[in-house]
């Protein structure tokens, strides 16, 4: 790390560190940052040229895996001719002034990103070059730490004063990127940025509601997504500003690609009135894992208007299957909304064969009985299976939907405890 209170001139000079970096692995999925705070000699500048940054464990003969950081190019070179990962040609934009210059790899050696800031930003703080995922893992070595000009890559000059290298043997993330940048701001003369949050949970007041966090937009900041029983949905995004409003977030329609990670599991809403006068639940009719939307116009469950996903999740496309709604091998689903603050789960509670229907709230509760030891087991491995469909936002007290206990033929409902 340097980061002296003097600057350091390094045009047409190539800096080398003499030792190691310390406590760096080797691993090729283990996660690295690279921070460079540099500004170009401007009166010297060729406008087009690529400047290097840093590099690390790079060596002309015998060839290396290496990282090049350039203004104009960057990658990650493998053991192999022609083998590169995490290879952009997107330029930083070049301005005078000081800069920042950070490139990312996350755990697993596949993920990444490349960042600049600093005065040329359009936001005065961070901003993101080019992220990366799918990406070869790649061993880089901890020798050889070089700032100013390029002792491999002919093309990155060296026009720069240097004024901060950072190396972290983890991945940081945009918070962490923007901290640096507010703590260098009064040195190096930056417009300090807005302090961008991560999005909270919101909420549209529609039944059953969902919010998941997740980094939709890749700027390393959670988003905040929120999805309905009646497949309505919307997503808060950090780059704008986190507004709630319907002309933001897509709400109720969504598309899946506002964030492909969490709306991929779920069958949006049809636009319209698509069922008047019925119950939409929104559960996986048909086993693959995405939740369907299944409109019930009655309490015996027989007249449905199911959107699958194994058919598209298309309106056109309907039908009426939706067997744990009307299997014989399940208890009917329950009347009226037990569950309107959360989702119900079907699970085999009780080890008899019968799927029950149970909150998330309830699962721990829902328990199978003492009758015998497989029972017990394949009870639990239900249970442990329910346990990744819960919901964040269950009641804390819920209802288990199971068999009378005593073996009747009814299914009925019953609070659920918790534990202490």
Excluded at 155 to 174: D, E, F, I, M, P
Excluded at 252 to 263: D, G, H, K, M, R
Excluded at 325 to 346: E, I, K, N, V
């Amino acid at each position: 790390m340097y980061r002296n209170a003097s600057l350091l001139g390094l045009t047409a000079v190539a800096g080398v560190m003499g030792t190691n970096l310390r406590n760096w692995s080797t691993d090729a999925t283990a996660p690295f940052t690279v921070v460079v705070i540099q500004s170009l000699d401007t009166p010297n500048i060729d406008w087009g040229g690529n400047f290097l940054a840093a590099e690390l464990s790079c060596a002309a003969a015998p060839a290396t895996t290496s990282l090049t950081l350039g203004t104009r190019e960057a990658y990650i070179v493998g053991a192999t001719p022609g083998a590169t990962a995490f290879h952009t040609s997107k330029p930083v934009p070049v301005e005078p002034g000081w800069t920042l210059h950070a490139f990312v790899r996350r755990r697993g050696g596949t993920g990444g990103a490349y960042y600049y800031g600093g005065a040329i930003s359009a936001s005065g703080g961070i901003a993101l070059r080019e992220s990366f995922a799918n990406q070869p893992p790649i061993s880089i070595g901890p020798d050889r730490l070089t700032v100013g000009t390029s002792t491999c890559m002919s093309t990155a000059k060296g026009r720069t004063q240097l004024g901060v290298v950072l190396v972290y043997s983890r991945a940081l993330n945009v918070t962490d990127l923007k901290r640096i940048h507010e703590a260098y701001a009064p040195r190096f003369g930056w417009v300090r940025g807005a302090r961008t949050v991560e999005c909270g949970r919101w909420t549209k007041g529609g039944p059953g509601e969902t919010r998941v966090q997740q980094d939709c937009d890749g700027d390393g900041l959670l988003d905040s997504v929120l999805v309905d029983v009646t497949g309505a949905r919307g997503v808060a995004l950090s780059s704008r500003g986190c507004s709630t409003e319907d002309a933001d977030t897509g709400y109720p329609n969504a598309p899946a690609s506002a964030c492909p990670a969490v709306l991929g599991g779920f069958c949006a809403k049809p636009p319209g009135e698509w069922c008047l006068g019925g119950e939409i639940l929104q559960l996986d009719c048909d086993g693959d894992g995405v939740r369907d939307l299944a409109c019930v116009r009655n309490d015996e469950r027989s007249n449905l208007t199911v959107i699958r996903s194994r058919l598209g999740c298309s309106l056109l496309a309907a039908d009426s299957s939706c067997p744990p709604l009307t299997a014989r091998g399940s208890c009917a689903f329950p009347a009226g909304s037990l569950c309107s603050q959360g989702r119900m789960l079907s699970v085999d509670c009780d080890a008899d064969g019968v799927r029950d229907w149970s909150m998330p709230a309830a699962v721990r509760d829902c328990r199978p009985p003492p009758a015998s030891a497989a029972n017990s087991a394949a009870a639990t491995a239900a249970l442990a299976s329910a346990h990744t469909h819960s919901s964040p936002d269950a009641a804390s007290a819920g209802l288990v939907v199971r068999l009378h206990p005593h073996g009747g033929p009814a299914c009925a409902s019953q609070p659920g405890h918790r534990s202490p």
